[in-house]
């Protein structure tokens, strides 16, 4: 079984900065793209930042400058550093995760999601 967690969201006021991170744990032989996700009430799930395992990273436009990716593969993480928070960066924010996980006899490659942790700017 493959589960990833997520840490870090919480209530921060405008101008501040948050760290979530997210954990992948399992079976796994290999991650490709791993990424953040948020969506907000009322609203579809957007894409918030991605990276794949080279390091190559992609940003919704909304948080260019803002917002930083990262990944530890040792660790089988990836972070989102967020800085100078906006109320419409509020949303519950999901990880996922491209990889490639099972047996040796027998690998299955998928995208796993997190639970989500909700983030919330507001003064």
């Known amino acids: 079984q493959v589960q990833l967690v997520e840490s870090g969201g919480g209530l921060v006021q405008p101008g501040g900065s948050l760290r979530l991170s997210c954990a992948a744990s399992?079976?796994?032989?290999?991650?490709?793209?791993m990424g953040w996700y948020r969506q907000a009430p009322g609203k579809e799930r957007e894409l918030v930042a991605a990276?794949?395992?080279?390091?190559?990273?992609n940003y919704a436009d909304s948080v260019k400058g803002r917002f930083t990716i990262a990944r530890d593969n040792a660790k089988n993480t990836v972070y989102l550093q967020m800085n100078s928070l906006k109320p419409e960066d509020t949303a519950v924010y999901y990880c996922?995760?491209?990889?490639?996980?099972?047996?040796?006899?027998?690998?299955?490659?998928?995208?796993?999601w997190g639970q989500g942790t909700q983030v919330t700017v507001s003064s």
């Open positions: 399992g079976s796994i032989f290999s991650i490709n793209a």
């Open positions: 996922n995760a491209d990889l490639l996980s099972g047996s040796i006899w027998h690998k299955i490659r998928n995208i796993y």
């Open positions: 990276i794949t395992s080279g390091g190559s990273t």
